[in-house]
């Protein structure tokens, strides 16, 4: 890119722009632009009740309203494109999405392929084929442990209107399990302070199959996928089966592959690798 690109940066469920912190100091450093998005019920618009703070009150937090409750995908991809418009304006852009922004991703690239010059999916849920719900009922999920949010879980989310989930437990159970499942290579400490960047509620809407990959405007930007090897949330296997189903989809355009150690978080809290996989981009 003869000028260099903006990074836009999408984060995954229950998180926030400050996830992405320690990356923008390492590309800051390395000397390129960023701006770390947060999708709309997130960051200072996130809902934290009373009942979340300590002294913990559990049935009042398990029937709180969540100002997240009507948030829909479409609402996430405008919030997305009117970033990606403004960043626009200095030049290219790459939008990088983790996880659950991997779905956001892909729908603004289905609506504004002209806004975009890379995507970027950081063990980022890409829905080609199918819809999440869909992967998630597939064979490459099945060894995720069940227990990683069930345990976390409060309330009842049809109830809620909203997805919640006590990241301020102090159950050794629910802690375990969600160490495990997304940051088993962290220190005790570093996982705790993530879990303090996480807020307790997200929406409902995942997308359906009519937000899947489209190849006549997905299908033409040019597109990076890189693989978390030691993934529990987001497994290897089903890492590689949406690279898979994306490069059938789109065959003459297939994924730019790289390859990180370490579980769903590593990269977050240890981010120069990643930041040197997207200095690389940027540079062509």
């Not at 903006?6 to 400050?18: D, M, R």
């Amino acid at each position: 890119m003869p000028t260099l690109p903006t990074f836009v940066l999408v984060h995954g469920a229950f998180a926030n722009s400050f996830s992405f912190a320690p990356l923008q100091a390492e590309l800051g450093l390395l000397g390129h632009r960023s701006v770390a998005v947060d999708l709309p019920g997130h960051g200072f618009e996130a809902t934290f009740p009373a009942a979340y703070q300590a002294p913990q009150d559990a049935d009042a937090l398990a029937s709180a309203p969540g100002g997240i409750k009507d948030v829909t995908l479409a609402d996430a991809v405008a919030r997305v494109i009117a970033v990606l418009e403004r960043a626009r304006r200095n030049g290219p852009t790459v939008l990088v999405g983790h996880s659950r922004g991997g779905i956001t991703l892909t729908a603004v690239a289905n609506a504004r392929p002209d806004l975009v010059d890379r995507l970027v999916y950081v063990s980022g849920w890409c829905p080609v084929d199918l819809d999440v719900a869909g992967y998630y009922a597939g064979p490459e999920m099945a060894d995720v442990d069940p227990r990683a949010m069930a345990t976390a879980l409060v309330g009842d989310p049809a109830e809620l209107g909203v997805l919640r989930c006590n990241f301020r437990t102090a159950d050794p159970e629910a802690l375990g399990a969600l160490r495990r499942t997304i940051g088993a290579d962290l220190t005790d400490d570093e996982f705790r302070a993530f879990l303090n960047t996480f807020q307790p509620d997200d929406n409902l809407d995942a997308g359906t199959t009519a937000d899947c990959a489209h190849a006549a405007t997905w299908g033409r930007i040019p597109k990076t996928y890189v693989r978390l090897a030691d993934d529990l949330a987001i497994p290897l296997a089903m890492q590689d089966r949406m690279i898979r189903e994306g490069d059938a989809r789109t065959p003459d355009n297939p994924f730019d592959v790289h390859t990180l150690p370490g579980s769903h978080l590593h990269w977050l809290v240890h981010p120069e690798p990643a930041a040197e996989i997207l200095a690389g981009l940027a540079a062509g």
